[in-house]
């Protein structure tokens, strides 16, 4: 059943329609009241982005440009409880991107049915990687858990997207949860991050 109001047009006892004018007003009383709740709506989000601390401002920031996000942050010496794990977080998503990168310049493409080789390079490439989504992972959980971002950060698109896809793309094989190619799931993670800096000779 859904819950729309109903709007009867006969009476029950006698089957007499109900008058046009009654069921105007009944339209007109509804759609006022649409708008009512609308303006309120639009008041209580208003509120709610002015009661947001500079912290709360930057965390939304930085799931949208978070390079972006912690220049501000460091700009304004926000708590450092926060600016570190967002830094943590860039910096590992960089690496990875870089270890993606090496991967896909090194060997067969992407998507193959498995590793690509078990070549020290191979390993060692995979071991960086292990590392920097270990950092990776502990800074999400920190930045989830801070405050009242968990609720923004409950659907897990990013989590998914370096922990799981990024790190299989690095060991060679696709995520098979994900329908996305290797390079596919790498361009979405620079599409978030940005590419990481070129590393100094």
Same mark, same amino acid.
Request: hydrophobic share 40%.
């Given at each position: 059943? +859904?819950?729309?109001? *109903?709007?009867?047009?006969?009476?029950?006892?006698?089957?007499?329609?109900?008058?046009?004018?009654?069921?105007?007003?009944?339209? *007109?009383?509804?759609?006022?009241?649409?708008l009512v709740r609308e303006y309120i709506r639009g008041l209580l989000v208003e509120q709610d982005e002015e009661e947001q601390?500079?912290?709360? +401002?930057?965390?939304?920031?930085?799931?949208? &440009?978070?390079?972006?996000?912690?220049?501000?942050?460091? *700009?304004?010496?926000?708590?450092?409880?926060?600016?570190?794990?967002?830094?943590?977080?860039?910096?590992?998503?960089?690496?990875?991107?870089?270890?993606?990168?090496?991967?896909?310049? &090194?060997?067969p493409r992407f998507g193959s049915s498995g590793p690509s080789g078990g070549s020290a390079e191979d390993r060692l490439r995979?071991? +960086?990687?292990?590392?920097?989504?270990?950092?990776?992972?502990?800074?999400y959980y920190v930045l989830r858990g801070w405050d009242r971002v968990g609720a923004k950060w409950g659907d897990n698109t990013?989590?998914?997207?370096?922990?799981?896809?990024?790190?299989?793309?690095?060991?060679?094989?696709?995520?098979?949860?994900?329908?996305?190619?290797?390079?596919?799931?790498?361009?979405?993670?620079?599409?978030?991050?940005?590419?990481?800096?070129?590393?100094?000779?």
């Open positions: 059943m +859904k819950n729309e109001p *109903q709007i009867f047009t006969r009476t029950d006892d006698q089957n007499v329609p109900v008058d046009d004018a009654i069921l105007g007003a009944l339209e *007109q009383e509804e759609l006022s009241e649409s601390t500079p912290e709360q +401002k930057v965390m939304d920031l930085f799931l949208k &440009s978070p390079s972006q996000a912690v220049e501000l942050g460091e *700009q304004l010496s926000l708590d450092p409880e926060i600016m570190k794990p967002m830094r943590q977080i860039l910096d590992a998503s960089h690496e990875l991107i870089g270890l993606a990168h090496e991967k896909f310049e &090194s060997g995979v071991a +960086k990687a292990d590392k920097a989504i270990l950092i990776w992972q502990k800074a990013l989590f998914d997207l370096f922990g799981k896809s990024l790190m299989s793309a690095i060991e060679g094989y696709n995520n098979p949860w994900d329908s996305r190619s290797g390079e596919e799931v790498v361009n979405d993670a620079v599409n978030w991050a940005g590419e990481p800096l070129p590393k100094r000779a």
